[in-house]
T-cell receptor, first 117, second 113 residues
């Protein structure tokens, strides 16, 4: 059973370009979470999605950032017109979504490290 | 609201020393508590968890006890190894927040031979 797969592992963009980060959850998981880890800082929650629905986007910047989790295919975190401050590690996690049970654990991917030149 | 506070690092210990990383939380209801570990260049891995008061989570020699009276979930290990060098994150899942997790800022541990 493959774990959470994120690609690319490293992404370099110039200011003003778009960045697209992909996340395939673990098999059988229907819930996806995106986090950002800035240098020397902890994880910051960005968005929580289920298939075709955004459940909680309270951590998403109001502009330039969007996320989706379509019925088919991976979840995508999209950053438009990147700026240097977007440079960070972006982690995706998935869970089976069994709210209220002890099995509802988040499993993390290895992350995508975005560098904006 | 829900939040997690961890002791600030970095922490540097000699091999075989005793480790404590403090974690306290604020939450309504009865949250579940977790410790995750992040090795260099990798994602977070679940280290241990506890789902109710007085539960003790343990794994790979690490332990943490869910203390509701002090709202704490301190991580301990009796004898650290160089391979334990990593960043450790305390996290909670609220009892009334569905699948939402809240993470601390992480504590970097370096173990020297």
């Amino acid at each position: 059973n493959a774990g959470v797969m994120q690609n690319p592992r490293h992404l370099v963009r110039r200011r003003g370009q778009e960045a697209r980060l992909r996340c395939s959850p673990m098999k059988g998981h229907s819930h996806v979470y995106w986090y950002r880890q800035l240098p020397e800082e902890g994880l910051k929650f960005m968005v929580y999605l289920q298939k075709e629905n955004i459940i909680d986007e309270s951590g998403m910047p109001k502009e330039r950032f969007s996320a989706e989790f379509p019925k088919e295919g991976p979840s995508i975190l999209r950053i438009q017109q990147v700026v240097r401050g977007d440079s960070a590690a972006y982690f995706c996690a998935s869970s089976p979504g069994l709210a209220g049970t002890t099995k509802n654990i988040q499993y993390f991917g290895a992350g995508t490290r975005l560098s904006v030149l | 609201g829900n939040s997690v506070t961890q002791m600030e690092g970095p922490v540097t210990l000699s091999e075989e020393a005793f480790l404590t990383i403090n974690c306290t939380y604020t939450a309504t209801g009865y949250p579940s508590l977790f410790w995750y570990v992040q090795y260099p260049g990798e994602g977070l891995q679940l280290l241990l968890k506890a789902t109710k008061a007085d539960d003790k989570g343990s794994n790979k020699g690490f332990e943490a006890t869910y203390r509701k009276e002090t709202t704490s979930f301190h991580l301990e290990k009796g004898s650290v190894q160089v391979s334990d060098s990593a960043v450790y994150f305390c996290a909670l899942r609220g009892s009334n927040t569905g699948n939402q997790f809240y993470f601390g800022t992480g504590t970097s541990l370096t173990v020297i031979p």
